[in-house]
């Protein structure tokens, strides 16, 4: 089965050729081809994503990344079994442009249209383990369950649990800020370009290994023993901003400083949050997904956790090209709802929208 994916959430535009098929080992995903188009540098100048900007770069950009995702493949869109197109959650006008356009590819060529979740896209591409030998093959088994999945992005830090296939309960998320925001503030604070994450980590990790002892600043750990796995993260940056008021005019050094502080914050709370999730909800297989699974420093951080106190616990951390967002993890997603028969090819859904807030936990 070919299900053509288009991703067009945040401020990626991606559109991947995915194709799937059950094996006594479980799913075989195959990317057949994919283009995915950053506009990242575009949005850099307004320090975040710019929604109408976001929107009309989108327009602009599908048909071309279509032809480049086909011609990759080496295929036609009459081949295609599905087209499928995240709904939500994300940037309305965003996810509209990428709605639109499906639904137009669905009516000219006929095939059925399917909406998918884009933090379940992070979370069964995170699940799916890539073949080592293939840079597009991947194996898709449900781990043991209840699987606990950590989400960081951009727009969400949540914990899912998930106790069969595609049924989700949110054990504890953010009552503020993402994570992934509150990097990304804290790098324009410092001076860094957008996305911010990637190089508050580069500072903090140069700072690790060249001044390991030496700190200036301490920030706050939010809601680190609150009782829930609840989290927050807008006190962080505000405690960030007051900090770097006081400090003033920062060199290269005292940057990396302040950067490696601020990572371990914001390690030191998921890795708590992540304990208390795994003890809470004796999870058997713990998932990280969403573009700050990026992080070199919270994924060390979470091996070591699993590793010191819960050893029975299976720990999946996604390859790095797939933790930022793309179309191919939309794509898995889809297939496995069609291959494993939660979706019938032949009573797609009635009408697709945009739904900004779209929750996992909403069936
Ligand atoms: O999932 P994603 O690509 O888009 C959303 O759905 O939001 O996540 C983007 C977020 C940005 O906030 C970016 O700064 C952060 O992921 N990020 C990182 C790293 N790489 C990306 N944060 C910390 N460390 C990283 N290495
Ligand atoms: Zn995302």
Redesign the pocket.
Known sequence: MKVLAIETS?DETGIALVQGEKTEAGLRLRTLGESLLSQAKLHAEYGGVYPTLAKREHEKNLPHILEQALAEAGARIAEVDAIVVTEGPGLEPALWTGIEFAKKLSTQHQKPLFGVN?MEG?IVSSLATHAENSADLYTLKMPAVPVLALLV?GGHTEFALMREWFSYELIGRTLDDAAGEAFDKVARMLGLPYPGGPHISRLASAARDTMPGTSEVSLPRPMLHAGTCDMSFSGLKTAALYALRDLGELGEDRKALFAREFEDAVGDVLVEKARRALEETGAKTFVLG??VAANAYLREKLRALVHAEFPGVELRLPRLAITG?NAVMIGHAALAHLLRDDWNLSSPRAEIRASGNLSLASK
């Open positions: 945040c884009h992070h992005s969403g573009g967002d």
